[in-house]
Structure formats: C-alpha cells, structure tokens
C-alpha cells in the first residue's frame, strides 16, 4: 500500500511539475513572439531600443501582474460566496470597488510608462505601440483558438 501511494505521489508530482514547465515556456514563447512584432512595428532605432526595453519589460510585468490580481481576488471572491448570483450588495459592491481600483492603477502605471517613453520616442512611435500591442493580443487569441480547435 505505502508503495502504490508513493508510486502515485510520483506521478502526481512530476505530472504537475511537467505542467508547470509547459506553462513557463509558453510564456517564453509567447514573450519571444510578442518582443519579436513589437520590434518590427516600432522599427527602433539601436539607442531607443536600448531605453525602450528596459522600461517595457518593467511596465508589461507590473500591468500582468495587476492583471492577475484583479482576476484571481475577483474570481476568489465570488467563488466563496457561492457564485454571482448569491453575493450580496455590500459583497458586489467590494468587488466593484476592487475593479475600480485595479483599473485606476493600470491607468497610472501606463499614463507613467507613456510619460517616460516621450522622452525619447515620438508620439507616432507611441501610438504604434498602442496599436501594436492591440493588434499582438487579437493575434494571440486567433493562434491560441486555433489550435484549441485543432486539439479537438
């Protein structure tokens, strides 16, 4: 008995560690993909991307991580309150409030990131990089539904 639980511990560790390498290189491809079409959008030159990337890095991971935030304390919320249906109004209204917020900071931290990228960039650059990324993010849901429906 103690050999089958250790045999099927095994196998649930390594399965998990297994998915959680998969997940972490998508991530890496998925980043790869995405450095790689906002270079050629931007068509930055050597020294603007020298000051563009170091600042993009920090801002994509803050805004990512907000992200995520927002998500999982929403999502755990609602959860443990049973559902949408059964949260109450002061418990909606928390959860609104958490929204707002989230959103607020989102705006501070890309309002900051634009600040910082006029000094060295034009305001045509900036703007393609707000298209480009828009344009990145329809890309990714397109490849991604793709091949979900090609695993069916």
């Known amino acids: 008995m103690k050999k089958k639980l250790f045999i099927l511990f095994v196998i649930f560790t390594s399965f998990f560690s297994v998915q959680a390498q998969t997940r972490k290189g998508n991530y890496e491809k ?3 993909f995405k450095v790689a079409f906002l270079s050629e959008k931007l068509n930055l030159t050597e020294e603007e991307a020298n000051k563009f990337w170091p600042l993009y890095n920090v801002y994509d991971k803050k805004m990512i991580e ?3 935030a927002e998500r999982y304390s929403i999502k755990k919320k609602i959860l443990s309150c049973g559902g949408i249906d059964s ?3 002061k418990e909606s209204k928390e959860i609104v409030n958490k929204i707002k917020s989230v959103s607020k900071e989102q705006y501070e931290t890309k309002t900051n990131f634009y600040d910082k990228l006029s ?3 034009s305001d045509k650059k900036i703007l393609t990089l707000e298209v480009a ?7 990714l849901i397109k490849k991604l539904k793709g091949e979900k429906k090609k695993h069916r």
């Open 133 to 139: 990324e828009h344009e990145f993010h329809r890309k």
């Open 30 to 32: 998925v980043k790869a």
């Open 87 to 89: 949260l109450t109004d």
């Open 119 to 121: 000094t060295f960039l």
């Open 66 to 68: 907000l992200h995520k």
